[in-house]
């Protein structure tokens, strides 16, 4: 069999808050509870499993999501991020606060997660859709 990714944990301050924000803006439904771990399939199968880090553990070391969604999809995040009122921006590194991008003939835009997590939605995969 080829090699597949199946899952990532998604560590966070409290799994439930975590796994339901990324649900909402990401239109989707909650896996089961399993353990310590809420799973938070995606359509082409792997799932993020988000886990409370340790009580020992004071600051959450921020990782980087990003999501290839559809228009549609990305009309309805946006308003939720809006809705919200996350700070968002075009741009990685934060230049353009309040702003999406237009990259590859998209759309798409950055914001933080209740965790500190560095989300990115885009709607054309960087270099644009093959030929």
Known sequence: MPVQFDHTIVGCRD???????????LG???GPEWGPF???????GPTFDFANVPPHITEIQGQHYAF?????????????????GLEHWADPHQHAPGEINHNDGGRGVYFLDPSGH????ITVPYGGWPE
């Open 68 to 84: 290839l969604i559809s228009e549609p999809e990305f009309d309805a995040a946006y308003a939720k991020i809006q809705g919200y």
């Open 118 to 121: 560095y989300m990115e939605l």
């Open 38 to 44: 809420i799973a938070l399939p995606t359509a082409n």
């Open 28 to 30: 989707l439904e909650l």
């Open 15 to 25: 799994n439930r808050v975590s796994a339901e924000f990324w649900a909402d803006i």
